[in-house]
């Protein structure tokens, strides 16, 4: 046989041979340590024989001429014998390989692909192949072998489905293609406006979210708050796609939890924390009034005064907050009344921020019992030790509100 014939054999030995065709080659085989040694008349017939190979009968050629005219004349159950045991061979002989990746930039069905943290490249080929978005492991995988700077931020995608392995990773690199549901919680919102803000930047239903923060006792809420007031720490939030209502009020928790931690809270005073820095959040404009209404809180707890604080009585009777309280709200009978109530309200009333927080921990040094915001655009506030000053402050913020129509707007 030649050297071509033995090419034609590999080619089209059918498929699951080739174990019991190595075997045979491997039985035949002997290394010249193996051999018996030879005469040399035995060497030179030997020679001999080797340089006269034995010839066969070339058969592959018109074998193969056979098997495609049977295949491309599709014949039935020929046709199928002849791919069903020898397609690699075919495809191989005629080039028609198969593809292992798709080309363009998908079919328009979005797929939604995460990445999770501590994922390394062949994940992110594997999810990407289980997902329907590239044809094969490889094809993704030998881009990321080929360029070892590639790296992927953890997060949610958008691909599509049957995109190239190129478009795939381009598509994954690129920051836009990231999906964020975000929203921005203010300090000094109350818990009602903080998951409006909360369903308005994530398009869950607000009744999500009524029912989330309807149990504190899924969030480690301590059982004197009477809700979740206080406990929902302001700032930008960006959730990934597939997260619930519960999930999201259980991030804001979690949030304050470490806001306090970190300023050095202890776990058993973390309520009376948030309930001072909740009035100070909402009475103070200014950073540094911060540090002096804390002041004022304590030196009235001290003296065993009222804290007749306008922003914790207005949120009892629900009111929106206008400058000056109300005959009703001033009189009500409810646990936030602090001008009927001694000590603090029962619970915070609004999402107090790090300065407030702060603010609770270092309060400034000074004999203040009183303090007016006297200009309501700036914030400028007066701070004073006796009511005859505090009167006096209350008559300049009563003249600021009638010196012009755009003063009186901030003082309805």
């Known amino acids: 046989m030649t050297e071509n014939d033995d ?34 008349r035995a060497a030179r017939d030997a020679r001999g024989r080797a340089a006269t190979p034995r010839t066969r009968r070339r058969r592959w050629p018109w074998v193969l001429s056979i098997l495609l005219v049977v295949l491309l004349a599709g014949t039935g159950g020929g ?75 953890p997060g949610t995608y958008s691909l599509e489905e049957e995109m190239s392995a190129q478009s795939a990773l381009d598509a994954l690199l690129d920051p836009g293609n990231k999906i964020e549901l975000s929203a921005t919680v203010r300090e000094g919102l109350r818990a009602g406006e903080v998951i409006e803000a909360l369903s308005a930047g994530t398009g869950i239903p ?25 406990y929902l720490f302001p700032a930008t939030y960006r959730f990934e796609p597939g997260m619930t209502a519960e999930d999201h009020v259980r991030t804001l928790v979690e949030e304050m939890f470490r806001r306090l931690d970190a300023a050095g809270v202890a776990e058993e005073d973390r309520h009376t924390v948030l309930t001072k820095a909740s009035l100070i959040q909402r009475e103070a404009r200014l950073s540094e009034d911060f540090y002096r209404v804390s002041r004022v809180i304590e030196n009235r707890l001290e003296d065993d005064s009222l804290l007749q604080f306008d922003s914790a009585t207005q949120y009892g009777t629900g009111d929106t907050g206008s400058v000056w309280s109300s005959g009703e709200a001033l009189g009500a009978d409810n646990p936030y009344n602090t001008y009927v109530n001694p000590g603090l309200p029962i619970g915070p009333i609004a999402a107090p921020g790090d300065v407030a927080i702060d603010a609770v ?48 707007a901030f003082c309805a």
């Not at 094809?139 to 080929?146: G, I, P």
Request: with cysteine; net charge negative; proline share 4%.
């Open 7 to 40: 090419s034609w054999d590999e080619i089209f030995r059918p498929k699951g041979d080739e174990g019991s065709s190595a075997a045979r080659r491997s039985a035949s085989t002997t290394t010249a340590d193996d051999a018996a040694p030879l005469s040399r």
């Open 79 to 153: 046709a199928w014998f002849v791919w069903a045991n020898y397609e690699p061979q075919v495809r191989e002989l005629l080039g028609w390989e198969l593809p292992n990746d798709y080309e363009g930039t998908g079919n328009g069905t979005e797929v939604l692909v995460t990445i999770y943290s501590g994922e390394i490249g062949s994940d992110v080929a594997d999810s990407l192949v289980e997902q329907g978005v590239t044809m094969t492991f490889e094809a993704f995988y030998d881009l990321l072998l080929a360029d070892s700077s590639i790296s992927f931020i």
């Open 206 to 230: 607000l009744g999500d979210y009524e029912a989330a923060i309807a149990d504190t006792s899924l969030y480690g809420i301590p059982e004197v708050a009477p809700n979740i007031e206080g």
């Open 361 to 408: 921990l270092n309060p400034a040094e000074g004999d203040w019992f009183y303090f007016v915001t006297i200009n309501l655009a700036t914030g400028e506030t007066k701070f004073s030790e006796t009511l005859a000053q505090h009167e006096a402050g209350v008559a300049e913020l009563r003249a600021w509100c009638r010196a012009s129509e755009e003063n009186r």
